[in-house]
Structure formats: C-alpha cells, structure tokens
C-alpha cells in the first residue's frame, strides 16, 4: 500500500520530544546543566508542559555521554506504584546502556527480578504478602545502580526523572525512599528532577518538612527567543522550496517563544504554503482556521474542568493587560479581591498562569489566550476593550 503520508513530511515536529540535534537555541542551560551534572550536583528542572523540557534533557543525556558519563533517561509521567517505578527503571538501564556497562546491569537485574520459570515467558514471580515491602526493595536497589557502574567503570551516571512529581501519587513514603539513596552518591551520580507542575514541585522541593527541601538547584526554562525561532522555520522552509514571508512575523507574535506552540503554528504554515511560494496574510488566516479546528475539543475541556473563579481570572487575563485587581476588571469578570487570588493561585499552581515577575501576570499558552479571547470573552461579554469607557460587562 502506497505510504499516505504527504511528501516531504513536515519539518516541524510539535506532538513529541525533538530529535536532540533539532534542538533550537537553550544552549547555556545545557552547558548549565552539563556543568552542575559533572560537578555532582542536582538539579530540579522546572517550566511548564510543552515548554521544551524533555528535548533539552534528552540533549543533556547525549551530550553527558560524550563526556564519559553513563547516562539514563527515567520517565515517570503517569507512573501510580512503586513497581511502576522499578520498572521505568529497569526499562530505561536495560535499554539505554550498552556494552559492558549494560551487561553488568542486566546481571544485577537479574538477581532483583526472579523470573517464573514455568508459564508465560517473563511473567513476573507473584510474592502476595511480602509484595509491596519487595517492592520497596527492588526499587531502592535500583535507585543504587550508579554505584555499581561507578564501581566497574569509574565513569558517573547522569540520571533524569522525567515529571518527577508523579511519585507522589505513588505513597507518602517514595521522596523519602528517592532522597535516602541520591544523597549519598555524590561521585557515583548526578541527578535531573524535571515536571510540569509548579505546585507539586514547590511542594516536593521547597518545603522544609520534606525529605527534598533544598536539595536540588532550580533551573528555569524561559521562551525561546524570536531570532533562533526565526532562523530555525526560515532555514526549514527554504530547505523544502517554500518561504514563511509576511506570515513569520505574525507568527512569532502570536507565539511569544512557547516552543511548542511556535513549532505547530510552523507546521501549520508550512502545509498551507504551496511548494515554490512564499505564505503570504491569506495563508496566515488559513492557519489559524486550522489550529482552532484542532485544538477546540482540548481547550473545550480544560475551560470546563476550571472553577469559576479561575475561568473568570483566565478570561481577565486573556482580555487586557490591565491589572487582574484594578476595581473596573474585578467587576467587569464578576470577581471579589479574595475570588481573584484564589483563582490566581491555582492557575499558577497548574501551571497554566506564569508570574514573570513585576507583579505580571502571564497566560502560558497563547494559543489558549487567543481561544478565550475568540470563543469566550466576545460570546459572554460582546465586542468591546476593557479600556473603552462605555464597556459593560455582565457576569458569565
Ligand atoms: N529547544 C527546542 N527546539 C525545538 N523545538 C522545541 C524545543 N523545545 C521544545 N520544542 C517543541 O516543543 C514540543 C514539546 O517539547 P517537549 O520537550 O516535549 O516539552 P516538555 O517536555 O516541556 O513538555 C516539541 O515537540 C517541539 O516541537
Ligand atoms: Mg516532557
């Protein structure tokens, strides 16, 4: 069967972690990160979802190996059990080493994991009573095997755990277990800690009753700037006989550096902008078509899962860049002084609103702001700008 895909497929990925050597600008966090990774020290990577964390880590990994360390990406996104995390473990040891490194881990393993010798090939040993104080076991030796590489080959292991802040669904106890094993590796390991949610990351590591307080650096991951953003579609086009033109400008503006939002608007553009020409403002009101129609269901549902002292801060928010506590925009959104604050903390807490400092308040997704904008703030309140004077609002 003829492949259907359209050739040649897009430039611009946007629904998965770039290939590292896609990887636009954020090279001094990498060498940040290669840096404190060399010198033993942790870090706890944080920026929200999409914003390019789990591309410039697998960089990091790639780089890190070049200079001789091990390396090893754990991803603990979704993970609900102490077994679920000793086997993104184990996966992540058996299959992203190699040589005698791996061989010597598979062998460890081996012990840790009794395998049934009758039955399905593989399946696991059933211990019932003893299950979930095995369960500890097998993952706080896991969590010692950098001491065992350190100890074969001398070389460090740079470990990264992806959307670390999933370990808390797993029990009370699992910070703990990951803190009594890393803090003791100074020369054996280097660790990443990366998520996508401020709350329970400022949780796990920057509250003093727990095991994690002030254990981990924090490096921030800022948009990316609008010159890589630029040259990088610019250079993709020009490769596949197309060009951006008049459209990239709009783009960029419409994206303020959100990696991931700048790579689909890309995308997007890209596919409407017929070979051998350049896209021009028709092509650009294309693409925005596009996106709606794609993202519509997404932010559908994500409006209806907000209280209404969040939904009502976001439509503030999306609306103007006046103060969300100026008197005219808390009556305008139907919201108190305390209702304000409350909706502002838990957009914060999701990760959904920025404070970039100076009291600014900023919606992370500008593709979201421009649907709240479109879909919500005309439907409920009408056409109109928060500093037109004859502006009324009515409560959503
Ligand atoms: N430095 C980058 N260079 C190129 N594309 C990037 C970069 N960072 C993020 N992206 C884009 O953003 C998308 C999401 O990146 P990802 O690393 O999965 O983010 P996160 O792990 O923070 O959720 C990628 O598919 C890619 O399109
Ligand atoms: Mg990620």
């Known amino acids: 069967m003829a492949d259907p895909r359209p050739w040649p497929p897009t430039p611009f990925l946007y629904d998965r972690p770039v290939p590292p050597e896609e990887l636009i600008d954020r090279q001094s966090e990498l060498a940040k990160l290669l840096e404190l990774a060399d010198a033993g020290q942790s870090v706890r990577v944080s920026a929200p979802r999409r914003y390019g964390k789990t591309t410039l880590l697998r960089k990091t990994l790639v780089e890190a190996d070049r200079l001789g360390m091990a390396s090893v990406y754990v991803d603990l996104d979704r993970v609900v059990s102490l077994e679920g995390i000793s086997d993104r473990v184990e996966a992540a040891y058996r299959n ?111 509250d003093r009753e727990r095991p994690f307080f002030g254990q981990a650096r924090p490096l921030d991951l800022a948009p990316l700037p609008d010159d890589a953003l630029a040259d990088y579609i610019d250079s993709r086009f020009a490769q596949t006989g197309k060009e951006a033109g008049v459209a990239l400008e709009a783009l960029l503006d419409l994206a303020r550096g959100h990696p991931q939002r700048a790579m689909l608007l890309a995308h997007h553009l890209w596919e409407q902008t017929p070979p051998g020409t350049s896209a021009d403002f028709d092509t650009w009101a294309g693409v925005l078509e596009a996106v709606d129609r794609e993202l519509h269901e997404s932010f559908d549902r994500m409006w209806d899962r907000l209280r209404v002292n969040e939904s009502r801060v976001l439509a503030a928010l999306c609306a103007s860049d006046a103060s969300l506590f100026n008197q005219r925009t808390l009556a305008q959104f139907g919201l108190s002084k305390s209702g304000a604050e409350q909706g502002r903390d838990k957009l914060i807490e999701f990760g959904d609103v920025l404070e970039p400092g100076g009291g600014r308040l900023l919606v992370v997704d500008p593709l979201l702001e421009r649907w709240v904008r479109t879909y919500h703030i005309r439907t409920y309140y009408g056409e109109f700008t928060l500093g037109d004077s004859g502006a009324r609002a009515e409560t959503p």
Do not use: C, W
């Open 96 to 206: 992203q080493l190699q040589g005698p490194i791996r061989r010597s881990i598979v062998n460890v393993l081996r012990t840790l994991r009794p395998r049934a010798s009758a039955g399905a090939a593989g399946a696991r040993v059933e211990i019932a009573p003893s299950a979930d104080a095995d369960a500890r076991r097998t993952l706080e030796r896991m969590l010692d095997l950098p001491v065992d590489i350190h100890r074969k080959t001398g070389r460090r292991t740079l470990v990264v755990f992806d959307e670390f802040q999933h370990v808390l669904r797993v029990g009370a106890e699992v910070e703990g277990i990951f803190r009594s094993h890393v803090q003791h590796q100074a020369a054996e390991a280097s660790y990443v800690f990366a998520g996508s949610h401020p709350g329970l990351l400022a949780t796990i590591f920057g």
